[in-house]
């Protein structure tokens, strides 16, 4: 088990990979190369989100227009309710997320 394993070619879609999930918590890697969120779109999550990035960069937009520029070795804890979303990754190298969710929406959404 290694965070940096098959990372992908050049991929249009993230990589979202679960690596660990229980009724309490749920872990992800998420690898991004280029991607953004949609035009409009936002992110309104009834759970706690704590975000690292392992490799790369990435840019989280709040609702208010401010920004947090996350480069290798930053995180962010995003709490419930905030709404946010992905305005920039990298692709040379490509942005790897590392992503626990917490919180009372956690087992609805790890049966997705």
């Known amino acids: 088990m290694n965070l940096f394993a098959y990372l992908g070619d050049a991929i249009e879609e993230e990589k979202n990979d679960i690596l660990y999930c229980n009724d309490a918590v749920r872990v992800e890697r998420i690898v991004s190369n280029g991607q953004i969120s949609p035009a409009g779109f936002w992110y309104d999550q009834g759970e706690d989100e704590w975000v ?3 490799q790369g960069e990435g840019h989280i937009q709040y609702e208010n227009g401010e920004v947090t520029v996350l480069r290798t070795g930053d995180w962010i804890l995003l ?4 709404r946010h979303r ?3 990754t990298s692709q040379v190298p490509p942005c790897i997320w590392l992503c626990v ?5 956690q087992v ?3 049966a997705r």
């Open 108 to 110: 609805n959404e790890s």
């Open 52 to 54: 690292a990035v392992l």
């Open 79 to 82: 709490p419930a309710g905030m």
């Open 86 to 88: 992905v305005s920039y």
């Open 101 to 105: 969710f917490s919180g009372k929406e």
